[in-house]
């Protein structure tokens, strides 16, 4: 079993940044490939950002590719999201997940239980 708990959330303008942390208890952290998913009011579930066991490799979705950067510390059992010109079409709950490497969320064992990020214009 693996715990996670987002923080990091918060109301905040557009154009600012904000930076996510997901910290990790339970099985060897290392092991899993790391995910970050959101899911806005009345919308499904939407893939963010990936990063390999090793931090080797990493993945974002195209509302985010250029604007977000996902990176862990396996020392620390932490993964992250550093989110730059937020949007408010940026608002939605956030969620960390630890599984396999993947987009879709299936490959994901296990999930937060996700830290609410909200956007003003």
């Known amino acids: 079993q693996v715990q996670l708990v987002e923080s990091g959330g918060g109301l905040v303008q557009a154009g600012v940044s904000l930076r996510l942390s997901c910290a990790a208890s339970g099985r060897p952290f290392s092991t899993y490939a790391m995910g970050w998913f959101r899911q806005a009011p009345g919308k499904e579930r939407e893939f963010v950002a990936v990063?390999?066991?090793?931090?080797?490799?990493?993945y974002y979705g195209d509302s985010v590719k250029g604007r977000f950067t996902i990176s862990r510390d396996n020392a620390k059992e932490k993964a992250y999201l550093q989110m730059n010109s937020l949007e408010p079409e940026d608002t939605a709950v956030y969620y960390c997940a630890a599984g396999r490497w993947g987009f879709s969320g299936r490959e994901f064992d296990y999930w937060g239980r996700g830290t609410q990020v909200t956007v003003s214009s």
């Open positions: 990063i390999s066991q090793d931090g080797g490799g990493t």
